[in-house]
């Protein structure tokens, strides 16, 4: 079994990719199931991932990511984003999955699925957006250790302009709003961020122990 503290140690937000160097599709694949295996709230999934890899687009998106070229280096840019709608037909169709997949009786479903609902349809359209991103980060934390167990480099981005995503990469006929960029490669040899130390709180400063 991998050192898993090891490989957290061995990651760093890569600053600079080296854009030969192209992932397997043996090791995007895994990329891809880690993102659908993430836990989210109520097991709903209001998140969906764009895979590019097109270094014309890529090319395109620097200018929508204040210039940051890791986004036209990397082997792939993954593009965590929410669904616009949580509304009852969504919500339906994760129970109708459960039903299908489980076997669950409707006699135990229908009080969860009722109160999800009801629940759903008295929140705003802001607080939606809040929830689907809460679930956005926890995939993008799921991806960023499975990269370092996989030891894919990365570099977790939310400094992007998401409008421009949107149009650049057609989201919206999917429903979709991106909230999140991970360009995914290997580190470029002269990336002189990859042997900095990392810097973080003491153990003692960032831990409470309560026994």
Not at 72 to 78: D, G, K, N
Not at 93 to 120: C, M, Q
Request: proline share 3%.
């Amino acid at each position: 079994m991998k050192d898993s503290i090891k490989n957290l140690e061995w990651r760093y937000a890569v600053k600079k990719f080296d854009s030969e160097k192209i992932l397997s599709e043996e090791k995007l694949e895994r990329l891809k199931k880690a993102f659908n295996l993430t836990a989210t709230s109520y097991g709903l999934q209001p998140i969906r991932m764009v895979v590019l890899k097109n270094k014309d687009l890529q090319e395109k998106l620097v200018a929508s990511s204040y210039g940051q070229q890791q986004v036209s280096q990397a082997s792939h840019v993954l593009v965590i984003c929410i669904e616009r709608v949580v509304d009852k037909d969504f919500i339906v169709e994760y129970f109708t999955r459960v039903k299908n997949i489980r076997k669950t009786s409707e006699s135990i479903i229908n009080p969860f699925e009722d109160a999800l609902v009801r629940s759903f349809s008295k929140k705003d359209i802001k607080e939606v957006k809040d929830w689907a991103t809460n679930q956005a980060y926890l995939a993008l934390g799921n991806l960023l250790t499975v990269c370092a167990f996989e030891e894919i480099d990365s570099c977790p981005m939310e400094g992007f302009e998401p409008a421009a995503y949107d149009e650049l990469l057609g989201l919206e006929p999917f429903g979709l709003s991106s909230v999140l960029v991970l360009p995914v490669g290997y580190r470029a040899e002269d990336d002189m961020f990859a042997e900095m130390k990392k810097v973080r709180r003491s153990m003692k400063d960032s831990i409470i122990d309560i026994n």
